[in-house]
């Protein structure tokens, strides 16, 4: 039975007098062993007192690893004994918990560090969380292992659960947790672990990329292009390339793109003299889209997967893909001036990317390179197509840390 006694009641000693006159109030505890100790409970409401929980399961580990998956969400297993690879248990008896803990974001994905902090059994997402399910939030211990896969008894902390955490100086944790369970069948339902050690966490975030990091002058071997038509504005969408192509145009091998994406008038059909002239940045979000801009670069969340759109170059590894560990740099502000000679049309790119770094272009192509979708609605996107690893790619989280993203 809980009971809840007002702040008074715990003030064993008065508050000073220099202490009423700083406005703050202290508590006096005095312990069974004869120390005391004085705390500040100026922002102290109430004290709660619950009756004690009796842990049938209380483990010290020093074993841990993880997956961070941007937006501030780190898997994570600690455990009493090394894990493979896979994140699977190495021996019978070994006791492993494993939890979904939201958090602030990660200043640097690849080396993503679980901040501190006390995170409480939950459904929602808010920070300071962990994410309350059977198959996110749970202990388990290893009975058996046949050809290297074990079975054992899972436990989910139905009943609540919570987390301190401490990220040390010397870049170890402290981590201590508590999990409570409706379970009768495992032989244990109420775990106390404590964690003192290392965790490397895995970078899985969709959104993250390395930054092209100077200045930068691309040049091309080809140019795909293709206009669409909109109300009030035309849509040319141009892929500069270096990137190997197939049959079907999507990119297979090492190299680079750069897509441009220009505003021209409306045309019902594609005039390649509308391009003429020179073009400024524009919102790819929110425009306004109008004859004389390019767009912005982003890197757009479209349902978990992140893609570019408008204005960027990006990097593609030797399979063809773009990847976490590829460079992509979005184009925030400069010109593009687009000029003919002949068949052949200019383009000269001027143009600042996100970290500030230059980005520049100066390439002709004939005007067979261009193909017309004016009865198309306006695409905004590249004619070449790339491949994303985080869309495409056979999923290499470690088995026992692989997850179905939770729906918000």
Do not use: W
Request: charged fraction near 20%; charge should be negative.
């Amino acid at each position: 039975m809980k009971r809840i006694l007002p702040i008074a009641a715990l003030l064993l000693a008065a508050a000073m007098p220099t202490a009423a006159q700083q406005n703050t109030r202290t508590a006096l505890l005095h312990m069974k062993s004869g120390e005391v100790k004085e705390f500040n409970v100026s922002d102290l409401d109430s004290i709660t007192f619950t009756q004690p929980v009796d842990y049938d399961k209380v483990v010290q580990c020093k074993y841990g690893m993880g997956v961070y998956y941007g937006d501030g969400e780190y898997y994570t297993v600690v455990s009493t004994d090394s894990l493979d690879p896979s994140g699977y248990p190495t021996r019978v008896g070994q006791v492993s918990v494993f939890f979904y803990a939201i958090g602030a974001k990660s200043v640097y994905s690849p080396a993503a560090i679980l901040p501190s902090g006390r995170y409480v059994a939950s459904t929602s997402f808010a920070q300071g969380t962990l994410y309350q399910s059977d198959r996110y939030l749970y202990a388990f211990e290893c009975t058996a292992i046949n050809d290297g896969k074990p079975t054992g008894k899972k436990v989910a902390f139905d009943l609540g659960a919570e987390a301190n955490v401490e990220y040390k100086s010397d870049g170890t944790y402290a981590i201590d947790i508590k999990g409570r369970s409706s379970s009768t069948t495992e032989g244990f339902s109420n775990v106390h672990l404590t964690f003192d050690g290392t965790i490397a966490y895995a970078n899985k975030d969709a959104s993250y990329y390395e930054l092209y990091d100077h200045d930068y002058n691309f040049v091309p071997k080809n140019l795909s292009a293709g206009y669409s038509a909109g109300t009030s504005y035309g849509d040319y969408s141009c892929s500069f390339y270096t990137v190997p192509l197939d049959s079907n145009g999507y990119t297979i091998g090492a190299g680079e793109l750069m897509n441009v994406e220009l505003l021209t008038k409306p045309d019902s059909v594609m005039n390649l003299d509308d391009l003429l002239g020179e073009y400024k940045v524009t919102s790819a979000m929110q425009g306004p889209y109008e004859p004389g801009r390019f767009l912005e670069g982003i890197n757009y969340n479209m349902y978990g997967t992140y893609v570019s759109i408008g204005t960027y170059i990006n990097e593609y590894n030797d399979e063809g893909y773009v990847t976490p560990n590829t460079k992509r740099g979005f184009v925030k502000d400069g010109k593009v001036t687009v000029t003919k000679d002949g068949d052949k049309y200019r383009f000269v790119c001027d143009l600042v990317l996100e970290n500030g770094y230059k980005l520049t272009m100066d390439y002709s192509a004939d005007k067979s390179c261009f193909v017309n979708r004016a009865g198309a609605p306006a695409a905004r996107t590249p004619m070449v197509k790339s491949r994303n690893a985080a869309a495409t790619a056979t999923d290499s989280r470690p088995a026992a840390l692989r997850l179905v993203k939770v729906s918000r």
